[in-house]
C-alpha cells in the first residue's frame, strides 16, 4: 500500500486512539493540531504538526492554523485531472486522502448556564467547516470522516480492500454536509435569539433523529420521530420505561395529552383518543383525579392515552392496569406502581420531568411545499379579561367550573364545546363543522349529567341555537369568547333561560 496521509483534528475524541493507531499500522502519514496532536503523541503514535504541512504558524490564539493552500489544495486536488496534479508538484503540496475532522462543540457551549456571548462567538469553528466541506466536495478522492460511529466502517473497507468504496464515500460526504448545515443552524438560531428576531427572512432548522417508527398514521406510510436541536423540553425528551415501541399515533395522542397536563397545577388527569380529550378530571389527589377522568367518559378511554402531573401511585396503578391503554405518561412512578404496571407487556411508560416550559418556543405545522410557524397558544385567562354580560352571574362554584372547562376546550379541535361539571369533563364535541352541531354531541354525550353543568366554547356563537340547546340540557353557565356581530341574540337568549354567560375576549381556535 502506498503511502497516504490522513489529517485529523477532532474535539470530540472518543476512539480516536484506535482509530490513529490503526491507520498508523496501515502506513498513514497523520498530521494533526493543537489539543488532537497532543493527544496522539501523548498515546506514542507518529504525527506531523499542521505547521509542518503550511510553513506557517498557528497564529491568533489558533483562529488560523489550517486555512492555508498547502491544506486546502491537498483536498480539493482531483487526482485523475492532469493539471491540478502537475500544480500541486509544482507547489511541493501533497495530497490529503483521508480527514477526520469534528467541530467546536457551540451546541454544549451555548447551553451552559451563564454563557457569555463573547464565549459562544469564541465557539464557532471556522476552519472545521471548511477542511470538511472541502473533503466532502473532493469525496471521489478523499475519504471524510465526522461521526466516530463511521471508524470501524472506515478501517474495515481500508483492510479488506485497500480502498473505501464510491458510494460510502459519497454518503460519508452526505453525512459531513448534513452535519455543517446543522452547526451553522445552530448559530444562526443563537444570533436571532441574541438579536431578537423573531421571524427571520430565511428560517432553518435541524432535527436530531429519535428514532425510526414502525410506520406513520397508516401502515403504508413511513415515519420518523425527531428531536429539535436545543429544545429542552417536550415529549422528545421523554425516558420510556416500560412496553413495546411508540407509534406515530401514539406520540401525536401523548403529546396532545401532555399539553392539556400543562394547565394544570391541582392534580389532574387527562385521558386522550385521536387528539382531543376524551375525559379530563382533577382531584385532592391522584386517585380522585383519574376517578373523574374515567368517569366522565369510561368508553371512549379504552385504548387511550393517560397523561398526568403526578407521580404514580401504588393505588392508581392498579386502577390503570385494569383498563386497555396504549400510553401512560407522567412525571414519575413509584416503585409499587411500577411492579403492577409493568406486569401489562405491551403498555408504554413514559416518565418526562419538565421543570420550566419555554414560552419563546414556536409552534410549526408542515403543509405541502411550506411550514407554518406562530407563537404558541399560552395566553392565560385573567380576571379582568371575564365579561359577565347577562343578567345572571355564575355563583363562585360555576366560575371555577368554567375556568376549568376554559382550559380544556383550549385543546379541543374547532368547532370545539366542552361541558364540565363538578370535577370532571362530561362532554366533548370536538372537530364540527358548526358549533351547533358540536354542542349537540357534547350534550349527546353527558345526557342526564348535562343538568346543572357549564358549557364552554372555543369561539364565538354565530346564532343563538347553541345557546338554546344548553338550556334545553338544563345547562346553567356558558363561557365564550364574544365578538359575534350577532351576539346580543346569544345573550337574549341566555337571559330568557336564566343562563349565566361570560365572554373573554379570547379565541381558541385549534386546527
Known sequence: MSKKRALISVSDKSGIIDFAKELATLDYEIISTGGTKRTLEEAGIPVQSISEITGFPEIMDGRVKTLHPNIFAGL?????NSSHMQQIKEQNI??????????????????????????????????GPSMLRAAAKNHQDVVVIVDPEDYQLV???????????????????????????????????????????????????TFEKVQDLRYGENPHQKASFYRQSLAKEGLAFAKQLHGKELSYNNIQDTNAAWEIVKEFTEPVVVAVKHMNPCGVGIGENLLEAFTHAYEADPVSIFGGIIATNQIIDEETAKKLKEIFLEVIIAPGFEEKALEILTTKKNLRLLELKEEQSNPKAKKMVSVLGGLLVQDQDLRPLMDEDLTVVTKKTPTKEEMEQLRFAWKVVKHVKSNAIVLVKGKQTIGVGAGQMNRVGAAKIAIEQAGEKAKGSVMASDAFFPMPDTVEEAAKAGITAIIQPGGSIRDQDSIDEADKHGIAMVFTGIRHFKH
Open 76 to 80: 480539493l486536488a482531483i487526482r485523475e
Open 94 to 127: 501533497q495530497p490529503i486522502d483521508l480527514v477526520v475532522v469534528n467541530l467546536y462543540p457551540f451546541k454544549e457551549t451555548i447551553s451552559k448556564p451563564n454563557v457569555t456571548f463573547e464565549e459562544a462567538i469564541e465557539n464557532i469553528d471556522i476552519g
Open 155 to 205: 478501517l474495515k473497507m481500508i483492510k479488506e480492500n485497500r480502498n473505501v468504496d464510491l458510494r460510502t464515500r459519497k454518503q460519508l460526504a452526505l453525512k459531513v454536509f448534513q452535519h455543517t448545515a446543522a452547526y451553522d443552524t445552530i448559530i444562526a438560531k443563537y444570533l436571532a435569539e441574541q438579536l431578537e428576531v423573531d421571524a427571520p427572512e430565511q428560517l432553518t432548522l
